[in-house]
């Protein structure tokens, strides 16, 4: 069953920027650390950018830090990242994840919540 909800993606140009959204199941009662992954086809699914519980931590690949932006709203188990910049190589499938741990997690296996994946396509 699917318990977060992605939305946000869609076609950009290169330069362009998308916020992403991240929305958790009323039936999830806590989500201490958030990630946001992405994956091309044929790679594998990294995370891009993560925050933890109250928002005093965050993480971002080298790849994205400077243009991505990650945040969160506890009250709303709601994740959020803003992309500015984009560039062609960050086309993919970005996908929100949750934890109940509360510090950041930089591997697939500390996220046992996943959303569906909301499709982000950058044009040259």
């Known amino acids: 069953q699917v318990l977060l909800v992605e939305s946000g993606g869609g076609l950009v140009q290169a330069g362009g920027s998308l916020r992403l959204s991240c929305a958790a199941s009323?039936?999830?009662?806590?989500?201490?650390?958030m990630g946001w992954f992405r994956q091309a086809p044929g790679k594998e699914r990294d995370l891009v950018a993560g925050?933890?519980?109250?928002?005093?931590?965050?993480y971002y690949s080298d790849s994205v830090k400077g243009r991505f932006a990650i945040s969160r709203d506890s009250a709303k188990n709601s994740v959020y990242l803003q992309m500015n910049g984009l560039k062609p190589e960050d086309t993919a499938v970005y996908y929100c994840?949750?934890?109940?741990?509360?510090?950041?997690?930089?591997?697939?296996?500390?996220?046992?919540?996943w959303g569906q994946g909301t499709r982000v396509t950058v044009s040259s």
């Open positions: 994840a949750g934890s109940s741990i509360a510090t950041i997690g930089y591997s697939r296996d500390r996220y046992p919540y």
């Open positions: 009323e039936r999830i009662f806590s989500l201490k650390a």
């Open positions: 925050i933890n519980w109250n928002g005093e931590n965050t």
